[in-house]
């Protein structure tokens, strides 16, 4: 195989990875100033992505800001935004779902997501940390944030896979 040809397949391998995780880091990005917000005016702007990481056992709870909680938090969040959103994306491409049905897809997919993590997996592998995540914002802020993910990564779908 010569360089142009694997020059050729590592931009399409790029760009495959590119529309399969792009649109659920976006839609993580765009949950996590949620949460940020949230928390600025609630609990600490940094208790959203610190209490990822120490409801799994990254880092020791103090009220001092813990820089390696904050980005394994952030590091966390964003990791299975994308790969949340490369679920959503092979569902709703077997199931050809568009259009406003995307998007009543995206916050369906999110909630239904969000019950299982927090209540199936969370509860179940951490039920003695939840609790620091459950607080770190008010639920309006959690409910408010989620909601925004799937529509996010709905429209970010639509976009990056249909666009041209």
């Known amino acids: 195989m010569n360089a142009t040809a694997l020059s050729g397949t590592h931009k399409g391998n790029a760009d495959a990875a590119h529309r399969w995780l792009l649109p659920g880091l976006i839609a993580g990005a ?18 959203f992505p610190e209490s990822i990481a120490l409801t799994i056992g990254i880092g020791s709870s103090t009220s001092d800001f813990a820089s390696i ?11 299975f935004s994308a790969g949340l959103g490369a679920a959503f ?11 406003r049905r995307l998007l009543a897809a995206g916050v369906l997919f999110m909630w239904a997501e969000s019950a299982v993590s927090i209540w199936l997996v969370l509860h179940t592998l951490f039920p003695a ?7 770190a914002v008010p639920f309006w802020a959690s409910f408010v944030g989620r909601t925004t993910y799937g529509l996010v990564l709905a429209r970010a779908y639509e976009t990056l896979w249909h666009a041209g």
Request: hydrophobic share 60%; proline share 2%; charged share 10%.
């Open 89 to 99: 994306i092979a569902m709703a491409r077997r199931l050809r779902v568009s259009g």
């Open 129 to 135: 940390t939840l609790p620091l995540l459950l607080g």
């Open 69 to 79: 909680s904050l980005w394994a938090g952030i590091g966390v969040h964003l990791a």
């Open 30 to 47: 765009a949950f996590l100033i949620i949460e940020m917000v949230a928390g600025s005016f609630t609990t600490s702007v940094w208790a």
